[in-house]
């Protein structure tokens, strides 16, 4: 099976990649290693990839629809569609990143799937940030979600839209996937693991919002993964052939008690500048996983005592 992998030099882009390499896939990654963080850290991905002989790698924006359209001959039967401008904090910074890349850039992919003759199945990612501030939880996918609190928010509610809508229009079967705060080896360096974890080993204070009084649903990237690949491998084929998943841990940690086991991991206590609730962020996240499990058999097994050390293990032998 020929994928294409949008954002292959990100985060869960990079494991997924990964997962499918070792199964026996053929992979064509697309990236445009912008620089919102450390590219360093992207190239390195990359290089473990391109170990790979079913692997090739293409440096493109996907807003950029003169190159990217002309992939639609290059022979893939499914399409992981995951690069986006991440980060709902810098979204009040640079709000311009985000039409371009998550508005403009996934109507350039459902274009793309649209031109690609033998595509068996669309899968995007989107968010768990589209509920808002949602006060019932878990966050289910009967809940409203058409008040975001944040830009990022907005561009990935759009997403979802636009995917329904060429499922209906085009019979494309398209799968989003509502990512519930990944975390672990390779992650990003402006989420909480690998910030906390840097700020702490340099003495430095690590800022915690809304007083410590946040719960998110923290899910390894192995169990992530895990859920990509199982939604992969089966497109939906109601009418239209549209459907999203949350993929999460389906379990609400308190933040005070995700650094308490990464002091632990560290061997170090962390010095905490408490402060208000930011714009644009929501207190709580928690995920009812119940038809990912029902249709995938979805089942998030890492708790953040596993995957927090694991993480640790491996920032310091990349940070050496």
Same mark, same amino acid.
Not at 210 to 235: E, S
Not at 297 to 314: A, C, D, L, R
């Given at each position: ?39 360093? #850290? ?69 274009? #793309? ?47 979802? #839209? ?159």
């Amino acid at each position: 099976m020929r994928v294409l992998l949008t954002g292959v030099a990100g985060f869960i882009g990079f494991h997924v990649a990964n997962a499918l390499l070792s199964r026996g896939d053929e992979v064509c990654g697309i990236d445009n290693l912008n620089d919102y963080y450390e590219v360093s #850290l992207k190239e390195a991905r990359l290089d473990q990839l391109k170990s790979h002989s079913n692997f090739k790698f293409h440096k493109l924006d996907i807003a950029d629809k003169a190159a990217m359209l002309p992939l639609a001959k290059s022979g893939a039967t499914r399409i992981i569609h995951l690069a986006a401008q991440a980060g709902v904090r810098y979204s009040l910074v640079n709000p311009y990143a985000y039409i371009a890349s998550n508005v403009m850039g996934h109507l350039v992919m459902c274009e #793309l799937a649209r031109a690609t003759p033998k595509l068996e199945h669309f899968v995007y990612a989107s968010s768990s940030s589209v509920y808002g501030g949602n006060k019932k939880v878990p966050f289910a996918l009967s809940d409203k979600v058409d008040q975001p609190v944040s830009l990022y928010a907005a561009t990935k509610r759009s997403d979802e #839209l636009m995917s329904s809508t060429y499922a209906h229009l085009y019979q494309i079967p398209c799968t989003g996937l509502r990512f519930f705060t990944v975390y672990g080896p390779w992650g990003r360096p402006d989420m909480a693991a690998y910030l906390f974890t840097k700020q702490i080993l340099a003495d430095q204070k690590i800022s915690v919002f809304n007083q410590g009084k946040m719960k998110r649903d923290f899910t390894y990237i192995d169990d992530a993964v895990k859920g990509v690949l199982a939604v992969l491998d089966k497109p939906p084929c109601g009418q239209p052939p549209a459907q999203i998943y949350n993929l999460g841990n389906s379990r609400a940690e308190n933040l005070m008690d995700f650094i308490a086991v990464l002091e632990n991991a560290l061997g170090k206590k962390a010095k905490i500048d408490m402060q208000p609730m930011q714009p644009g962020d929501v207190p709580e996240t928690y995920a009812d996983i119940s038809e990912s499990t029902r249709d995938f058999g979805y089942k998030p097994m890492t708790k953040i005592s596993e995957g927090i050390p694991n993480f640790v293990k491996w920032y310091r032998h990349y940070h050496k």
